[in-house]
C-alpha cells in the first residue's frame, strides 16, 4: 500500500504561483505513473495532469498547459505540480494519485488532497 501526502497548498492572487508537493510512503513510486487531479464543489473530480514512471512523457489537460508543470523526483518518492498564472478557475481541492497504467487517467491511490484557492 502506497500512502501519499500532499501539500504546498493555499490562497494565491490571480496570475500568482504555488507549487505542489506529493510525499509518498510506504513503497517507492519510482515504477508508477503519478498524476495530479482537481475537484471543484459539488462536482466529480477531475483528471489534471499525469507523469510516466520514468519522468520522460507527461499529459496534460488542455486548460492547464503552459501553466502548470508536473515533475517527479523517484529519489525522494515525490511528486510536484508547479502551478503559474492561476486563474479563479483552478480554485479546487488537488489531489495526487498515483496511477492505474501508463500515465492513464485514473487513479488507484490516493492523497487526502490540498487545497487551492485563487483569489482575484
Known amino acids: 500500500q502506497v500512502q501519499l501526502v500532499e501539500s504546498g497548498g493555499g490562497l494565491v492572487q490571480a496570475g500568482g504561483s504555488l507549487r505542489l508537493s506529493c510525499a509518498a510512503s510506504g513503497r517507492s513510486v519510482s515504477s508508477y505513473a503519478m498524476g495530479w487531479f482537481r475537484q471543484f464543489p459539488g462536482m466529480e473530480r477531475e483528471y489534471v495532469v499525469g507523469?510516466?514512471?520514468?519522468?520522460?512523457?507527461?499529459d496534460y489537460v488542455d486548460s492547464v498547459k503552459g501553466r502548470f508543470t508536473i515533475s517527479r523526483d523517484n529519489a525522494k518518492n515525490t511528486v510536484y505540480l508547479q502551478m503559474n498564472s492561476l486563474k479563479l478557475e483552478d480554485t479546487a481541492v488537488y489531489y495526487c494519485?498515483?496511477?492505474?497504467?501508463?500515465?492513464?487517467?485514473?487513479?488507484?491511490?490516493w492523497g487526502q488532497g490540498t487545497q487551492v484557492t485563487v483569489s482575484s
Open positions: 494519485a498515483v496511477l492505474t497504467g501508463s500515465i492513464t487517467r485514473t487513479g488507484l491511490y
Open positions: 507523469i510516466a514512471k520514468g519522468g520522460g512523457r507527461t
